[in-house]
């Protein structure tokens, strides 16, 4: 009988987790002065925030959700000199542990009427590293919203259900339990490749804008 690998991997991830659950109670390690909205710069580079946009709400559902996983949420739009916007987002849990997931932003932006298409795996090589994240093109009527986006546990970038459980077992093992950060960024148009290339260079100016330790909760080790 074949086993997958990755359904193997769960299923011992799943008993270590077990475990550790009966032999000690993990410590939380976010940071209790921890403030998003003052660390993300209102202005870098040729960008700044467009206050005549105002971001959309989520439906109410969705709106619960974000705030059982979430502590701190930014959610700004961008303007530069060209007219040229960008939709930032970024939200902060101050625990990543399993029963706290990262929810997929396919499946919340699904879940709001969007259709989802071409979502897969990408890299940014920003402030002289790579940083793994996920593409996706959402469309809901006339809106066209090609997303790129990430999240953090702890100090690394965890894409899929398998860098979820390696690092919720490398926490785990120490007696942490991890913080972790999303960060999405996102602009209207019907070209996706040009949208992605923009998105990338608009997430360069602000990683390179801020301070190292700041780039690196933002982006993981990634990002250091």
Not at 6 to 18: D, E, K, N, P, Y
Not at 61 to 70: A, G, P
Not at 186 to 202: G, H, K, L, N
Request: with cysteine; charged share 20%; net charge neutral.
């Amino acid at each position: 009988m074949n086993v997958k690998p990755v359904s193997w991997i769960a299923g011992v991830a799943m008993l270590c987790c077990a475990a550790l659950a009966s032999a000690w109670r993990p410590v939380a390690v976010a940071n209790p002065g921890f403030q998003l909205e003052a660390l993300i710069p209102a202005q870098f580079g040729g960008w700044r925030v467009d206050a005549s946009v105002i971001p959309i709400s989520p439906t109410p559902d969705v709106q619960q959700n974000l705030d059982k996983l979430y502590g701190q949420i930014v959610s700004r739009a961008y303007v530069n000199d060209r007219g040229e916007r960008m939709m930032l987002v970024v939200a902060y849990g101050g625990d990543q542990s399993d029963s706290l997931k990262a929810h997929r932003q396919e499946v919340c932006y699904t879940a709001q009427g969007f259709i989802v298409r071409d979502v897969h795996k990408d890299t940014l090589n920003a402030a002289g590293a790579s940083v793994p994240l996920v593409r996706m093109h959402a469309e809901k009527a006339d809106r066209s919203e090609p997303v790129s986006y990430w999240f953090t546990m702890g100090d690394r970038v965890v894409i899929g259900r398998l860098d979820r459980l390696i690092a919720q077992i490398g926490y785990g093992l120490a007696g942490k339990i991890p913080d972790g950060l999303l960060v999405r960024v996102s602009s209207i148009s019907r070209d996706a490749p040009a949208s992605f290339a923009a998105q990338d260079e608009f997430l360069r100016g602000l990683l390179g804008a801020v301070s190292a330790p700041v780039r690196h909760q933002l982006a993981g080790g990634s990002g250091a």
